[in-house]
């Protein structure tokens, strides 16, 4: 059988060209080091123990289980006994691409973007299958599996299709679990979803709730009130975390100095550049770049 589609620099995990998404099975006995990774990666625990790892602390898991994890966010494995994980991983290409749809969806839109991004979980959301739900979620797993070994152009509808039930089977778990305010009513309003790609295409701009409100033809308050019914966050703070994000793949992927990383995510005072990235990822840009980033000669 041929390699998964994941390749590895140091401890920055990685897919190779062209892949959309992948799914397979991995056994951990007692630990796996931390690592971060430049795609979105779900962990779903099908069968043993072990403690999972983050900036959010220790966190027990159990059969059922799930950890989604944005790019960039460092987590490992520790004090494993037969942990069997099922990891699901897709691309942030196909997430702006073949995915984009999915921010006109409450639901699913919560589960990869909104919900990841809200203030206490610094690019992570959990959540928990009951028996049933876990057993369609694995079938579709499985499926996406034997996919990953096929040829891309071919299969690509069907490769979506897998990761599409995987993704609703998730959030209906989230829906059910999560405890936020947050009621999956209808698609989210388009004002809203276009204020999101608005400052996503820009972070460099200097953004004001003023200036994206009159961008959109909406009042402040108003803006305020239905961006964050949609996302939880209000605007600003929805556009720090994902400047934040940005600001990690550059320095796990490019020579670019800090200073113009800070620069280039709309953050040119550098202190202020540092004290946000360290409290979102809880080690500062240095450290973090020096720890996952790849080694260039």
């Known amino acids: ?14 897919f190779t060209a062209g892949t ?5 099975h991995y056994l951990h006995e007692q630990s796996h080091p931390v690592h971060t990774h430049s795609f979105v990666e779900i962990a779903v ?5 072990g403690v999972h790892v983050s900036m959010a602390g220790r966190r027990a898991l159990a059969v059922g289980d799930v950890i989604l994890l944005r790019p960039g966010v460092w987590h490992g494995y520790e004090d494993c006994r037969g942990l069997d994980l099922y990891n699901c991983c897709f691309s942030t290409e196909t997430l702006q691409r073949e995915l984009a749809w999915i921010r006109e969806d409450a639901l699913l839109s919560y589960l990869l973007w909104t919900g990841p991004h809200s203030v206490q979980r610094r690019g992570m959301l959990t959540t928990r299958l009951e028996p049933a739900a876990l057993a369609e979620c694995a079938e579709h ?8 070994f096929q040829p891309v152009g071919p299969h690509r509808g069907d490769i979506i299709g897998r990761l599409l039930l995987v993704l609703g089977c998730l959030a209906r ?19 809203i979803v276009r204020a999101m790609r608005l400052m996503e295409a820009a972070p460099e701009h200097r953004w004001t709730l003023a200036g994206l409100a009159a961008e959109l033809h909406l009042t402040r308050g108003y803006l305020v009130r239905r961006f964050k019914s949609a996302t939880g ?5 929805y556009l720090s975390r994902f400047r934040v994000e940005l600001a990690a793949a550059l320095l796990l992927h490019t020579d670019q100095s800090i200073t113009r990383i800070g620069e280039t995510v709309g ?3 550098a202190n202020y550049f540092a004290r946000r990235f360290k409290a979102h990822y809880g080690l500062s840009a240095s450290a973090y ?9």
Do not use: I, K
């Not at 959309?20 to 397979?24: D, K, N, W």
């Open 1 to 14: 059988m041929a390699e998964p589609p994941v390749d590895r620099s140091g401890v920055l995990l990685h």
């Open 20 to 24: 959309l998404a992948y799914a397979g």
């Open 45 to 49: 625990v099908t069968g043993g123990e």
């Open 141 to 148: 797993l499985d499926a996406l599996n034997r996919l990953c």
């Open 173 to 191: 778990a989230v829906a059910r679990t999560t405890g936020d305010a947050f009621q999956a009513t209808g698609p989210s309003h388009p004002a």
């Open 233 to 237: 966050l209000p605007p600003m703070a």
């Open 267 to 269: 953050w040119p005072d």
């Open 289 to 297: 770049r020096a720890r996952f980033g790849v080694a260039r000669g």
